[in-house]
């Protein structure tokens, strides 16, 4: 397949799932996960429109965002080592995976403003990043005391489990998502961003789909 067939096919899908739920598919954005694929690749989906793309780890991201175009929207999508937060954030508008204070000050400590999704570990899966949805109420507090790093909504990764077992994490992380006010909700990859939609995500984040395998 082509990159405009891999787009083409997400494409459908993002709106055979926001018709299946009564959603327009403005409301949804698509993040090209780019993780350990090359610019070249990255400047095709480019050329056919793509204008996100989301990244996990800095080093790797920093040669990208030189390379590519200036009207890129940046996402960082991955485990945050608090003392590259604040170099995260000055290269990335948009972070998916606040999770600490500690990255919260480093984030903080540089001036332009981010918009930050909290992190959720839905399953309580120790070797995911992300905190637990208890302890979130004393933590949203604590993100909102920061002018500059704006709380947009939650996001999650979800366990290695069928597309159709998500469902119950995404209906659970939307419903905790609106008890704290989250405009936005990052949720679904590859296997699953259709059940995603239809459990209200906002920003989808599809790597292997639009890419290929990595
Ligand atoms: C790699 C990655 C994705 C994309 O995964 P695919 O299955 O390739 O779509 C999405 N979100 C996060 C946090 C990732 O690390």
């Not at 965002?65 to 995260?88: C, R």
């Not at 309580?124 to 302890?135: T, V």
């Not at 933590?139 to 790093?149: C, G, N, T």
């Not at 679904?188 to 290929?212: C, K, N, P, W």
């Amino acid at each position: 397949m082509t990159a405009r067939e891999r787009l083409q096919t997400v494409q459908n899908r993002i709106e055979l799932a926001c018709e299946s739920c009564g959603r327009d598919p403005a409301e949804v954005r698509l993040i090209a996960v780019s993780k350990m694929q090359s610019v070249d690749a990255m400047k095709e989906l480019y050329d056919l429109g793509i204008r996100r793309f989301g990244e996990s780890r800095l080093q790797e991201a920093q040669p990208k965002i030189e390379a590519l175009p200036g009207d890129i929207e940046w996402h960082f999508i991955g485990q945050m080592q608090s003392n590259k937060a604040k170099k995260i954030a000055s290269c990335f508008p948009v972070i998916h995976t606040l999770c600490s204070h500690v990255q919260l000050v480093e984030i903080a400590k540089q001036d332009s403003s981010v918009s930050a999704f909290i992190e959720i570990n839905v399953a309580n899966e120790p070797q995911k990043g992300g905190i637990s949805a208890e302890k979130l109420d004393a933590f949203l507090p604590d993100v909102l005391q920061y002018p500059h790093v704006h709380f947009r909504g939650l996001m999650a990764v979800g366990p290695a489990v069928a597309p159709e077992q998500m469902r119950r994490y995404f209906q659970h992380l939307c419903q905790v998502n609106q008890k704290v006010g989250g405009e936005w909700l990052s949720m679904g990859m590859s296997g699953d961003y259709d059940v995603a939609i239809q459990e209200g995500s906002t920003h989808i984040r599809v790597g292997t789909a639009l890419f290929g395998a990595r």
